[in-house]
Structures are given as structure tokens and as C-alpha cells.
């Protein structure tokens, strides 16, 4: 018996048919006026997506991960108690660590002692550069088959802080010293990309895509130079509400890394590790920020992340705490195990409007990362503040849709609970701290949407 498709007996639609139905539809309206919303990142987005909108650019992500992990973060400030927390945190459904190591103190064999680190992979992020810690956490790395990354970043501390860990020349050296210590295992990763940094100062999505894509080209000139090898770089990046340009982003940086890596010769993956932003996240009604992580959590997840570190709702106001990081581990394996979230792989491919997104962001960005580098470089725009100055621009823009109520955050600037009292709940100050310290450059600074808002608010309780 043969097989009947029901859909041949009708003649296919096409996008210009569909684009004057709906003009005849608006009565004499403007269709782009009515209908096309344009980005801040100049994307037009259509009211509907045609098969034709993703003809000649239909995007190939051959490299997404066939599995994201559940990741949990730890500060850590005592190595042993760290130790204790990983391991209830891995008992509870993580399933890989990110450690913030602010001191040359921690001890690593206290710290990872009873972690298997074949089966558990490890995100580290350091304060700080030393090459006689960093050669004592590979020696104990030994020969294991290990997913360790030690995501060193030079170039964005210099963004993030204004300074050199010690000078430029020094900095570059302990990374070329680590990288030639950890020949012998290739399974530890070198370098990372800190993409976040942009996106919770207001950076919009082509310029956290450029700025990327930058930063990483300045370890892949250096490298080349010494004609040594890059491991892998880790790509820090956090998702903010836009869902599917959220989407579209990581999808796009993913195909521009491919770019940027066949140009080099080099055959390493894009990894990526996800974090909601911090800059959409509110002080009142905090409850709300459970609902924009669970959204941004989806979003990372559909985008081909590699793994995702969610944020307590309560995080920019208190202390680390077990409740707070329980409910963000759970809503991960919520979406992980309960909504199937790990059952598809690419599970946006094919979708017209997801594609046609992916391929303007990534068109732009890359226009704008060829004006970086015909400008110098990205160190070089960075040095003489321009970095610092689009960011600005942006960011002020952001705020101004904030402040106007064209950009919305429930429970703050619209729908507020006037009976909602905060002050005596902080235990962390949840403004932006300015460091009076001398620096080389401007650094770049992360700032929430609701500052301004949140200060006043709490000065009238």
C-alpha cells in the first residue's frame, strides 16, 4: 500500500503571497510600520517566516553538544568545606562544578579530594594569576582522563578590572607557561572567553558577539606567533529574556568561532558555559527572578550550550545559601528530566525564524568584529576606551527603555508591590561598587536595570 501525503493536493504558499494577504488584512496600515519590529541590534523581525527567509543561509551548528550539564557553583573561601558542598551538590543532581578560587590558600588536594573527575567536569575561575598554583592544580590533574578547564582570561580581567593581573608581558607568559606544562593533557583546557562581562553592562547581542569573537582572536594571534596549539576556550556567556534571540546568540557564536577557527587552522569545538544575567534581576519581588531564570535556563538549552550554571533568585541581595541553590539546581533537572528538555539534539534547527535570527546576528557581528580589527585590535579599541564607550551607548539606551517602561520587569517598574520591604533582607549590597583603586583603563562595569529604582525605593521604606 502506498503512502499518501495529504498536503500535495495543495499548491504551496509563498512569502509574497502570505505578505499581501496580510496587507490586504491591514486595510491600508503601513506593514513595516505596523508589523516590523526592529532590535537594538538593528534585526527586523517579520510578523511570519518563510522557508524563503533561510534559503542560501540555512545555518550548519555540526558542533552542538549531544549532552548539557547541570552545573553548580561554588565561592570558595575554605577548601574543605567547599569540598563537602560539592559533593551534596553532586549528590543532588549536579553534575558538574564551577570553582571560584580567590586565593593562592586554597588547597587543591582538600578542595577536590573524593571528586571523580573523569565523570565530573570541573569550570574554574581564578582572582588571581600564578603559575607556580596553577602548575600545582595540573600535578594533581596528573594523567586522568579529565574535562578540567581553567578558563584563564587576561584579556577580559584587563576589561573587568582595569589592570593586568601583573603586567601584560608577564600575564601573557604564565599563559604560554601553563600552556606548555599541560601538553601532556589535552583533556585540561587553557583559555577562556568571559562574554558576560558585556551582556550584565549592556552590551547588545552583536557586540557581545563581536566582543567574543575579539577577545578569543587575541589569544589565537598570540599562539600563532609562538606557532604552538590552542586548547579549548571556554565561552562564559549569560542569557537574558529575549528567548529567541537568546537563542539565535549561541547559535551564532558557535558558527562565528567555526569561522574564526578554520582561518587559524585550529580544531578545537566552541564550548560554551551559560549563566542567566544578573542584569534584568530584580531586588523587589525577587520570586519573579525563579520565572526569568527557568525561561533563560530554556533558552541555553535550546541555544547548544555545553553546560549551565543557573543563579538563586536571591543571589544579588543574599549570602550563598542552600535553599536558594537548591531551587536553581532543581529547576535545571526539572527541564532536564521532567520537560525533556535532553531528549533532542538541536532541537531549534529548522525553525525559519530561530535560523533567519542566527544568521543576521552572526552577519552583524562579524561586520562589526572586521571594523575591531581593522581598528587595531580588540586590546588596542579597549586601551583607548571605544570598547568601553559602544558598551556605554547601549547600555544607556537599555535604561532608557527601562526607565520610560517600554522595557519591562514585572514587580519593579510595572505591577509593583507597594507593601514589599527589603531593607532589612540585604546581606549583600546589590548596587554597583566603584573601585577608587588606580587603573590602565577604564574598566568595563556591570550595572542591574533597577538600580536607580531599587535605591530609591528602599530610602522611602
Request: aromatic share 12%; glycine share 4%; hydrophobic share 35%.
Given at each position: 500500500m502506498s503512502s499518501v501525503n495529504l498536503f500535495d493536493e495543495f499548491d504551496p504558499v509563498s512569502a509574497k503571497a502570505w505578505?499581501?494577504?496580510?496587507?490586504?488584512?491591514?486595510?491600508?496600515?503601513?506593514?513595516n510600520e505596523a508589523l516590523i519590529w526592529k532590535s537594538p541590534e538593528g534585526v527586523d523581525v517579520k510578523p511570519f517566516y518563510h522557508s524563503e527567509d533561510v534559503e542560501g543561509v540555512l545555518p550548519?551548528?555540526?558542533?552542538?553538544?549531544?549532552?548539557?550539564?547541570v552545573t553548580q557553583s561554588l565561592y570558595v573561601q575554605d577548601s574543605k568545606?567547599?569540598?563537602k558542598k560539592a559533593i551534596e551538590a553532586l549528590?543532588?543532581?549536579?553534575?558538574?562544578?564551577?570553582?571560584?578560587?580567590?586565593?593562592?590558600?586554597?588547597?587543591i588536594n582538600d578542595l577536590l579530594t573524593n571528586i571523580d573527575l573523569?565523570?565530573?567536569?570541573?569550570?574554574?575561575?581564578?582572582?588571581?594569576?600564578?603559575?607556580?598554583?596553577?602548575?600545582?592544580?595540573?600535578d594533581y590533574i596528573g594523567d586522568k582522563k579529565t574535562e578540567v578547564f581553567l578558563n584563564l582570561d587576561i584579556v577580559g580581567n584587563l576589561a573587568r578590572t582595569g589592570n593586568w593581573y601583573h603586567s601584560m608581558d608577564k600575564d601573557y607568559q604564565i599563559v604560554k607557561e601553563i600552556h606548555d606544562y599541560t601538553q601532556g593533557n589535552p583533556s585540561i583546557g587553557i583559555l577562556g572567553t568571559d562574554v558576560s562581562l558585556y551582556q550584565n553592562a549592556g552590551a547588545n547581542k552583536v557586540q557581545q558577539l563581536a566582543y567574543a569573537l575579539a577577545q578569543a582572536n587575541e589569544y589565537l594571534n598570540f599562539f600563532k606567533e609562538l606557532d604552538k596549539e590552542v586548547t579549548t576556550i571556554v565561552f562564559k556567556v549569560t542569557i537574558g529574556t529575549n528567548y529567541f534571540f537568546e537563542i539565535a546568540k549561541l547559535r551564532a557564536l558557535r558558527l562565528l568561532w567555526e569561522t574564526l577557527a578554520q582561518e587559524y587552522g585550529v580544531e578545537t569545538d566552541c564550548h560554551i558555559l551559560t549563566?542567566?544575567?544578573?542584569?534584568?534581576?530584580?531586588?523587589?519581588?525577587?520570586?519573579v527572578n525563579m520565572l526569568r531564570t527557568t525561561t533563560e535556563s530554556m533558552s541555553a538549552i535550546l541555544g547548544g550550550s555545553d553546560s549551565i550554571c543557573n543563579l538563586s533568585y536571591d543571589a544579588i541581595f543574599h549570602k550563598d545559601n542552600e535553599f536558594g541553590e537548591r531551587i536553581a539546581r532543581n529547576q535545571l533537572l526539572i527541564l532536564k528530566g521532567e520537560s525533556y528538555f535532553e531528549k533532542v539534539a538541536n532541537p531549534a534547527d529548522g525553525a525559519y525564524y530561530i535560523e533567519s535570527l542566527t544568521h543576521q546576528l552572526a552577519e552583524k557581528a562579524?561586520?562589526?568584529?572586521?571594523?575591531?580589527?581593522?581598528?587595531g585590535g580588540f586590546l588596542k579599541q579597549l586601551k583607548e576606551h571605544i570598547i568601553q564607550k559602544k558598551v556605554k551607548e547601549s547600555a544607556e539606551k537599555e535604561q532608557s527603555?527601562?526607565?520610560?517602561?517600554?522595557?519591562?520587569?514585572?514587580?519593579?517598574?510595572?505591577?509593583?508591590?507597594?507593601?514589599?520591604?527589603?531593607?532589612?533582607?540585604?546581606?549583600?549590597?546589590?548596587?554597583?561598587?566603584?573601585?577608587?583603586?588606580?587603573?590602565?583603563?577604564?574598566?568595563?562595569?556591570?550595572?542591574r536595570l533597577a538600580e536607580s529604582l531599587e535605591q530609591k525605593r528602599l530610602g522611602d521604606e
Open positions: 505578505k499581501q494577504k496580510i496587507q490586504v488584512d491591514l486595510k491600508g496600515a503601513d506593514y550548519n551548528i555540526s558542533k552542538s553538544p549531544k549532552k548539557w550539564y568545606r567547599a569540598n549528590e543532588r543532581g549536579a553534575e558538574s562544578l564551577l570553582m571560584i578560587i580567590p586565593s593562592e590558600t586554597i588547597s573523569e565523570s565530573v567536569p570541573v569550570y574554574f575561575e581564578f582572582t588571581f594569576l600564578s603559575s607556580k598554583y596553577l602548575k600545582s592544580l595540573v549563566l542567566p544575567t544578573k542584569r534584568n534581576k530584580t531586588l523587589y519581588d525577587y520570586n562579524l561586520e562589526l568584529f572586521k571594523s575591531i580589527e581593522a581598528g527603555l527601562f526607565d520610560e517602561g517600554k522595557e519591562v520587569l514585572l514587580g519593579t517598574n510595572k505591577y509593583q508591590n507597594d507593601q514589599d520591604r527589603m531593607k532589612e533582607a540585604l546581606e549583600l549590597y546589590p548596587f554597583l561598587k566603584k573601585d577608587k583603586r588606580k587603573t590602565l583603563i577604564e574598566p568595563i562595569l556591570e550595572k
